[in-house]
């Protein structure tokens, strides 16, 4: 499938672009808000790759957060223009040391791993010191991302833990954590059954760990992992 069909497939109507449910604004706020809360601007700055029907833009305008989207899709961008957003057709474009963070979820796994080097040192370039990367992908570390990273024909590759450390140590970032995507539930039974969820999974995780891994590796069997990296203040 070409990326032609991409938007069809996805269902993203041109006039829902930058709408943000109450779901993705909860996650948002918890995935997200911690790290902008640290940056050394305000308003702070954040740079979104591959912002889709943008409801990451569409959060970051109703809290008065500056934000620059890139996008492959020449329809989604621009969609992002006639909306009133910043766009950029890559990287390159944005100057060094401009963005507090920098947002990639769901992108990694549609670049082959040449090409996600020289992205992760474009973001090296455009992030302050001590700015943040968060990108969200599917979990290479995990037998059940498979619905996720097979389900999808424009992905080329899996992410996991050691291909991870050898990319941030290419592109000068530092790997801060490796984690299960932030979860919030809006129902009062989706927030009662969420604590026994968490503790089935720590069990079963800490279970496969030690009895085929020997405690190694991965952090997390959940669907997708989030990375957090940043770029040091100090180059190493």
Not at 121 to 138: C, S
Not at 147 to 170: E, I
Not at 193 to 222: I, Q
């Amino acid at each position: 499938m070409a990326y032609s069909d991409y938007i069809d497939w996805k269902g993203w109507e041109e006039g829902a672009f930058g709408a943000c449910d109450a779901y993705s604004q909860a996650y948002f706020n918890d995935e997200i808000g911690p790290f902008l809360r640290k940056a050394s601007t305000t308003p702070p700055c954040l740079v979104e790759i591959g912002f889709g029907n943008g409801s990451l833009l569409g959060w970051c305008r109703s809290r008065g957060i500056d934000v620059i989207g890139s996008e492959i899709q020449a329809a989604l961008q621009e969609r992002a223009r006639r909306a009133g957003f910043p766009v950029v057709d890559d990287l390159s474009e944005i100057a060094a040391e401009t963005a507090d963070v920098v947002v990639a979820f769901d992108v990694f796994e549609h670049i082959p791993y040449d090409d996600l080097v020289a992205l992760c040192r474009d973001i090296h370039r455009i992030l302050k010191p001590e700015g943040h990367l968060i990108a969200r992908f599917p979990n290479g570390d995990s037998p059940f991302s498979m619905v996720f990273q097979n389900g999808d024909p424009t992905h080329v590759h899996a992410l996991g833990v050691f291909k991870l450390r050898r990319l941030m140590s290419a592109a000068g970032l530092r790997l801060e954590v490796l984690k299960a995507p932030c979860e919030r539930r809006l129902s009062l039974k989706g927030r009662l059954f969420l604590p026994v969820r968490r503790l089935m999974r720590a069990m079963f995780s800490a279970f496969v760990r030690y009895a085929f891994l020997e405690g190694d590796t991965p952090t997390t069997f959940t669907m997708n992992y989030v990375l957090v990296a940043s770029r040091p203040a100090v180059p190493s």
